[in-house]
């Protein structure tokens, strides 16, 4: 904690890309340790470098086309991230592809005619007979059915191609900030139900796009009683975007990446 805490007032107090640079890779260590001590060797699977977002990231990187059944597989994966400790999907993680397989099984594929056939109770009941679902798992499952595939097939349908239709936000603006501003405000007729900005961000990252998720574990680091990247105490969903980008910018890491260093330290409480 003395550690963390200096790494604080040193970020505060300076704005160079060493010590930006230091801030962050001290971080890492220290989670990297803090989890091998509490989990084993088993903690590398949740190591950056093991993740599903980056795989998608660099598969994204290479021109990859995303499948609307890959989108439904992001989607459902940022759902279930809300909530809890990451951890707990720990021993089910495949540590070559980031993939979660218990998840993967329930859903046969993510196969859009299959998931609007089914009864998202059943889709609920059987995510927490593996322990994987938070209190929100059947909202969220309703949500999956009755809205949120309904309004991924119509982007195909209209765009052909989901990301063809997030092309359209992304050419205005390359920040991804209105491309998640229009899957996330309840303004607008693009709204996925059961998502916030949050959960809009982690579904994109697990399609490859590479931006933070502002979650509350965010908001707060970086914040004045955190890494006083603000001086507010909670940061703006918004300027989390920004916050992030600049920093992976400055030490030439990538935006996805640095929030997942912070996002683990925070989520399993080493800082």
Known sequence: MGVCKEIKVRVMNFDSKNVMSFAINAIDSLTRTAMK?????????????????KHQ??????????????????????????GGRWSKFMKYF???????TAVDEIFRGYNPDYILSCNP??????????????KSVGAQMRALVFDNVPKLLKFEKEYGSIDNYYKTFIEKDSSLKSLVKNLADD??????????ASLVAEYLRNVGYDIANPNTYMKNVLGCNGLGFSEKKEVP????????????????????????I??????????
């Open 262 to 271: 912070l996002w683990l330290a925070c989520s399993e409480n080493f800082i």
């Open 187 to 196: 303004k607008s007729g693009d709204k996925m139900t059961q998502m916030a």
């Open 37 to 53: 001590e509490k989990y084993g060797d088993d903690c590398k699977i949740m190591f950056w470098k093991n993740t599903y977002i």
């Open 57 to 82: 990231i660099v598969n994204r990187e290479k021109g990859k086309h995303f499948t609307t059944e890959q989108h439904i597989k992001a989607m459902v994966y940022s759902m279930l991230s809300n």
């Open 121 to 134: 109770d059943d889709l609920a009941n059987n995510i927490m007979g593996f322990a994987l679902g938070n």
């Open 237 to 260: 969903d918004y300027e989390v975007f920004d916050i992030i980008s600049e920093t992976a910018e400055l030490i030439r890491k990538r935006p996805a990446e640095v929030d997942y």
């Open 94 to 100: 495949n540590i070559d592809t980031g993939e979660i």
